[in-house]
């Protein structure tokens, strides 16, 4: 009795083989040419299970990743690494690879090679091109032009550039260019307002903010993490679908890093709402934050092939490894290792560009950041001074600025949180801080709040501690922070370690406000610095930043002009009756 093995069978496909697999003509061709030669038992089962399937013809160059390019390179003697494969055909795969023929070099022979598919980085994007003209009213950078087409040419991405680098720009022209008819756009709740004015700067499209449990339709709807419970429930029993309800065509997820920890409800809220969406872009500066197990949830948002796999995603990436608590298995994921590796193997779907490698950016970039106040002592406090400012219509300058120091107070106090929040975002991405105010209150406060890490320095320090805290910060790694009296910080220092500065509140003294974005900006300064404006809208704030920036732009634009405070400050003091 004749015994079946794979060899006697792979014998007799291989001899009346007539297909298009280049591998098995060669071993065809073998064989007949060497009668002796005998076939191995994993060639035997390859033309056993690859015989009757057709090869898919490719004919491309195929990028491939670092890891996968060193082992090429060391089998084939190369001087340098091949960026890219030639694949004529795949002429099988496996669960984990594909068998190719193809080549390496442009001057080689076709020959078969095996290929990792984690390995191998399929392109997927388009290429598009945009007509910038409709906003040549606020025309984006040259290195937006390149995040807009990045976004349009993916459906899922994430856009990771340093902070005041302009991602809300970028991402609002690749929504209006996208074509999507229903747009979302989930951020901090501190982030809405910016972003309505953001939108409302390119389009006349209607935009929705939405606020606790009002749901109010349009083009474009802004909500905040917070609340996403209220329009969206993960429980069948109690399903809430408002949002899907809209039929989105795009989401947009600002402060995406918000969304790393996936036991997180917000996390999971919009894990679920995203899946049902065809495009989504997701913007952070903190794409890692401080472990690769906070980017997971990201790349797999955008379905990167790196994240296709947690377990082997934590093993990678995290030093990933369990143990028994509790009479049950749990696992440990807060280390870091490959970092190399992981960013070769996520790049395709990121974009991530330091301040410092983007040429076409000014030295200084200038942010505001608007907010909405929600406060009964703000509007009580402005509620008196407008009655007091009637009654007593003809007083002095002085008396009714002294009069406005306690909304200013009220302003400088509420603000804190949303200063917390930036200077949070500044120490995820290892940045130092300058940060302003005018207010005992709030100074001391920040410095609380930082104290490992932070120095202050204000009116009642002497010489010797105003040069220590200078000194701490311009030298000393730890400490990140250095918040400051704006007059007594504001002039005659170097801060040049900063790469942000951020001012709680604002000055009644335009020239107050220019020296101290200068403190970081200056001489020796090798980083562009962002100077972040807070600013609460409807408030006697909006007015003193309207007002300012109006006189930078006369100054700009008239060469040794000159605008006494005291003109600005009749002014805003009009402006504020008319509120």
């Given at each position: 009795m004749e015994l079946n093995l794979p060899e006697i069978e792979a014998k007799k496909i291989l001899l009346e083989y007539n297909g298009a697999n280049n591998y098995i003509l060669q071993l065809k061709s073998t064989y007949k040419l060497y009668k002796s030669k005998t076939l191995t038992r994993s060639q035997s089962e390859y033309i056993i299970n690859n015989h009757d399937k057709v090869p898919k013809i490719a004919r491309k160059w195929v990028?491939?990743?670092?890891?996968?390019?060193?082992?090429?390179?060391?089998?084939n003697l190369l001087s340098e690494k091949p960026k890219s494969v030639w694949v004529e055909k795949i002429l099988s795969e496996t669960v984990k690879a594909f068998h190719m023929w193809g080549k390496i070099l442009e001057d080689q022979k076709l020959y078969s090679f095996w290929a990792p598919k984690n390995q191998i980085i399929p392109n997927t994007e388009r290429k598009v091109t945009v007509d910038y003209s409709p906003y040549s009213h606020r025309k984006p950078y040259d290195h937006q032009k390149i995040a807009v087409e990045k976004l349009l040419g993916n459906d899922k991405y994430i856009l990771a550039d340093d902070m005041g680098v302009?991602?809300?720009?970028?991402?609002?022209?690749?929504?209006?260019?996208?074509?999507?008819k229903k747009i979302l756009i989930i951020c901090p709740a501190t982030l809405k307002l910016n972003w309505k004015r953001e939108v409302e700067n390119y389009?006349?499209?209607?935009?929705?903010?939405?606020?606790?449990?009002?749901?109010?339709?349009?083009k474009f709807i802004i909500i905040n993490y917070d609340i996403l419970k209220n329009f969206h429930s993960l429980d069948k029993k109690d399903e809430i679908t408002t949002i899907l309800d809209e039929n989105f065509d795009l989401v947009i997820i600002d402060e995406a890093h918000y969304i790393s920890n996936t036991k997180a409800q917000r996390t999971k809220l919009a894990n679920d709402?995203?899946?049902?969406?065809?495009?989504?872009?997701?913007?952070?500066?903190?794409?890692m934050t401080s472990r690769p197990i906070n980017y997971y949830n990201l790349l797999r948002l955008v379905e990167s092939r790196v994240a296709k796999n947690w377990v082997s995603y934590v093993r990678r990436y995290c030093e990933g490894y369990q143990i028994n608590k509790g009479g049950r298995k749990i696992w440990l994921t807060n280390g870091a290792s490959n970092l190399d590796e992981l960013r070769d193997r996520s790049k395709q779907k990121v974009l991530r560009r330091l301040k410092e490698e983007i040429l076409d950016l000014p030295d200084k970039i200038i942010t505001p950041i608007f907010l909405e106040i929600d406060s009964l002592e703000y509007r009580k406090e402005v509620?008196?001074?407008?009655?007091?400012?009637?009654?007593?219509?003809?007083?002095?300058?002085?008396?009714q600025l002294n009069k406005l120091m306690k909304v200013r107070q009220i302003i400088a106090n509420e603000k804190l949180k949303n200063t917390f929040e930036l200077i949070d975002q500044c120490l995820d991405q290892d940045k130092k801080v300058?940060?302003?105010?005018?207010?005992?209150?709030?100074?001391?406060?920040?410095?609380?709040?930082?104290k490992k890490m932070a120095v202050p320095l204000y009116g009642q320090m002497n010489q010797e501690q105003r040069q220590e805290s200078v000194d701490s910060f311009q030298n000393d790694p730890k400490i990140k922070i250095f918040v400051s009296n704006i007059k007594a910080g504001g002039i005659g220092i170097t801060l040049t370690a900063a790469e942000v500065v951020i001012f709680n509140d604002l000055s009644f003294v335009p020239s107050d406000m220019s020296q101290a974005e200068d403190r970081a900006f200056r001489i020796g300064q090798k980083k562009n610095v962002s100077c972040i404006y807070p600013i609460f809208d409807n408030t006697v704030e909006k007015i003193i930043y309207n007002m300012v920036q109006k006189k930078k732009r006369v100054i700009d634009a008239v060469l040794g002009d000159h605008i006494e405070d005291e003109d600005l400050m009749l002014s805003l003091l009009e402006e504020m009756q008319s509120l």
């Open positions: 990028e491939i990743d670092d890891y996968f390019a060193e082992g090429l390179m060391a089998d302009g991602k809300t720009t970028s991402a609002t022209i690749a929504a209006l260019e996208s074509g999507s389009t006349d499209d209607k935009i929705s903010i939405i606020t606790s449990k009002k749901w109010e339709s349009g709402i995203v899946k049902k969406v065809g495009k989504v872009w997701l913007l952070t500066g903190t794409p509620g008196e001074y407008l009655d007091w400012a009637n009654e007593n219509p003809n007083q002095s300058l002085t008396i300058i940060v302003f105010t005018n207010f005992t209150e709030p100074l001391m406060g920040i410095w609380s709040k930082y």
